[in-house]
């Protein structure tokens, strides 16, 4: 059974940072690439990063590109996503996924990825 949790998510003032983490099991996680999406209140779930099971240079959402980086630990089969400079726009529910085995490419829409987490809330106030 596959499990990807999240956590690391809470309350940040404007210009803070946060550390998200996700834990995957169940499958075998190098071969597979890794995504953060996010959805805020009454808006639809938006890619914000992913990585591929290589190294490459990993594709970000417009709005976080040189804010935010994701990096992998294949040896924990851990996800992560470095979060700084956050703005109250980046409020919203962030959620881990993974698409595999051995994609093509890292995929920017949330139709491409086989498996969710739950979520973890981030809250960044003004």
């Known amino acids: 059974q596959v499990q990807l949790v999240e956590s690391g998510g809470g309350l940040v003032q404007a210009g803070g940072s946060l550390r998200l983490s996700c834990a995957a099991s169940g499958l075998p996680f190098s071969a597979y690439t890794m995504g953060w999406f996010r959805q805020a209140p009454g808006k639809e779930r938006e890619f914000v990063a992913g990585?591929?099971?290589?190294?490459?240079?990993?594709p970000y959402a417009d709005s976080v590109r040189g804010r935010f980086t994701i990096s992998r630990d294949n040896a924990k089969k851990t996800v992560y996503l470095q979060m700084n400079s956050l703005k109250p726009e980046d409020t919203a529910v962030y959620y881990c996924?993974?698409?595999?085995?051995?994609?093509?490419?890292?995929?920017?829409?949330?139709?491409?990825?086989?498996?969710w987490g739950q979520g973890t809330q981030v809250t960044v106030s003004s």
């Open positions: 990585i591929s099971k290589t190294p490459s240079i990993p």
């Open positions: 996924a993974a698409d595999g085995p051995l994609p093509l490419r890292v995929g920017v829409r949330s139709s491409e990825y086989d498996y």
